[in-house]
């Protein structure tokens, strides 16, 4: 059956070794749509493909196709989406367990916040390299790291001390460390490129909600949790964060498909994994191959993917900073107009609206068919709303509105990494080496950076790191730039 077009086409399909995939048959794929549709325009990995922005699918995808994605979104997008919702809990929890009573009872008056975000931030950046390259290899690793970063999560209920809190959050960074890239390489696996930013996008929504979901449960566990069975309700909020997680790594191990090259899904038929092969086979999309020592750590670093999407990723992370490391939630509980359960409440704003700005990205990203300008627009948009925070003495008004939209500059990361996906789609290692690197690097420079800009005993004016932040937008639009250029003289 052919994988594009309205009708079906037949399409022989050999294997003269053990060694041959479906991923080395993109030529006999390409011949036989090219006879039968004549769309070579259509072949080509990322050339432009008829769709309304409103349309789920393309005009040119056929049935199977069709029943393929609605049960590949049904599988992939809901683990994705329900694991990194309760990710995000628990990155908004510190913050909001620190404001409600953990930094009293913790004696937490010096820099401990940031610290403990920085230890965080360690073993997040030092394992996910390895642990998204493990990923790429075998099925279960995603949701193996899922259930262990529950446990950890639990056990920051009973931490008494600042290292014993510290250790547990070193463990929680770790385990937490392959999910967001190594879904953007499974994503990468199954998607073409006209797909991919939607369901990037529908993924990193869970984003938004997460940080939402932290406020509202905050505001219910301080409100009646608090002195149930003599825990504060700071502590409640890590018990409650660790019960939603335990489900979904379950459920991962369950449903999720992993890669098409290594699937083992009962929910997909042995035709519905050989199309799903197929079609990313004349994409050029290929399978992990396997490392061979230096020759594949020289092949990474001898392009200039690793250096250019590096380069653009870094920025990035800096510039949308002030949404993810609970600046905007200080800043309202400085106003003292607020009780803790309003503050809480309040807090839900900026990740609220911002779920909009990720679906209006992603979804205007594949109807353009292109990132560029809408990266560079919220650039922008970014650098004029935030000056509220870099002009201390602005209006309130002006403040409530940078903290209403600053999460628009958090909304463009499903088109920075969708983007990746799409420059290392031929090389199924590098791609997973690359998102993985990209993250990472940016990581390890914010287990330290935060420490000089964003010291939590400066809060909430920030003066230095609004400025930082600044000069990363700028810098984000310069990089953007550069790699759309690259990426249009490769093409």
């Not at 937490?176 to 529908?202: K, M, N, P």
């Not at 504060?232 to 191990?253: H, K, Q």
Request: glycine share 6%; proline share 4%.
């Amino acid at each position: 059956m052919s994988i594009v077009g309205s009708e079906p086409v037949a399409v022989a399909v050999k294997a003269s070794s053990k060694d041959e995939t479906p991923y080395t048959l993109a030529a006999e794929v390409e011949e036989s749509d090219q006879e039968h549709h004549g769309r070579a325009d259509y072949l080509a990995g990322r050339s432009r493909v008829k769709r309304q922005w409103y349309q789920w699918y393309a005009d040119s995808d056929t049935p199977a196709e069709r029943k393929l994605l609605l049960k590949m979104d049904l599988l992939i997008l809901s683990y994705a989406f329900l694991g990194f919702w309760t990710k995000y809990i628990d990155n908004g929890n510190l913050t909001n367990a620190y404001v409600s009573g953990m930094k009293e009872d913790l004696g937490f008056y010096g820099n401990q916040l940031v610290q403990l975000q920085t230890i965080y931030n360690v073993a997040y950046t030092v394992f996910m390299i390895p642990l998204t390259l493990l990923a790429a290899k075998y099925r279960f690793v995603i949701p193996a790291c899922d259930f262990m970063w529950g446990v950890f999560t639990l056990l920051q209920y009973r931490a008494n001390s600042f290292a014993e809190l510290a250790a547990y959050r070193f463990l929680v960074g770790a385990f937490e460390s392959t999910f967001f890239t190594s879904i953007h390489y499974v994503l990468g696996s199954w998607y073409r490129s006209d797909e991919l930013g939607r369901r990037a996008g529908i993924f990193y929504i869970s984003t938004g909600l997460g940080m939402m979901s932290t406020g509202f449960m905050a505001s219910g566990v301080i409100r009646h949790l608090d002195g149930v069975n003599g825990l504060p309700g700071w502590r409640w909020l890590f018990i409650v964060c660790a019960i939603s997680t335990f489900p979904v790594a379950i459920f991962g191990f369950i449903f999720f498909p992993s890669t098409p090259d290594k699937t083992k899904s009962w929910f997909l038929s042995e035709e519905e994994k050989k199309l799903a092969r197929l079609r990313m086979a004349r994409i050029g999309g290929k399978p992990p191959t396997g490392f061979s020592g230096w020759k594949t750590i020289q092949r990474f670093f001898g392009r200039w993917h690793f250096w250019a999407l590096v380069f653009f990723q870094l920025p990035w992370q800096f510039s949308s900073s002030a949404s993810t490391n609970g600046a905007y939630t200080l800043w309202i509980k400085s106003l003292k107009e607020y009780s803790t359960y309003r503050v809480n409440l309040l807090s839900t704003i900026n990740p609220g609206v911002g779920i909009f700005f990720v679906w209006f990205y992603s979804f205007l990203s594949d109807a353009l068919q292109t990132r560029m300008p809408i990266i560079v627009g919220q650039c922008l948009f970014q650098f004029a709303i935030q000056f509220a925070f870099v002009i201390w003495d602005s209006p309130k008004a002006y403040k409530w509105a940078a903290v209403s939209t600053g999460y628009a500059q958090v909304a463009v990361s499903p088109l920075v990494f969708s983007w990746a996906n799409e420059i290392c789609r031929e090389d199924a290692e590098e791609r997973a080496f690359v998102i993985a690197s990209m993250l990472a690097i940016s990581c390890a420079f914010n287990a330290w950076i935060p420490i000089l800009v964003w010291p939590t005993t400066k809060a909430p004016e920030y003066h230095k790191g609004y400025i930082f932040s600044q000069v990363n937008i700028l810098l984000f639009a310069v990089t953007t730039f550069a790699l759309w250029w690259w990426d249009r003289r490769d093409q």
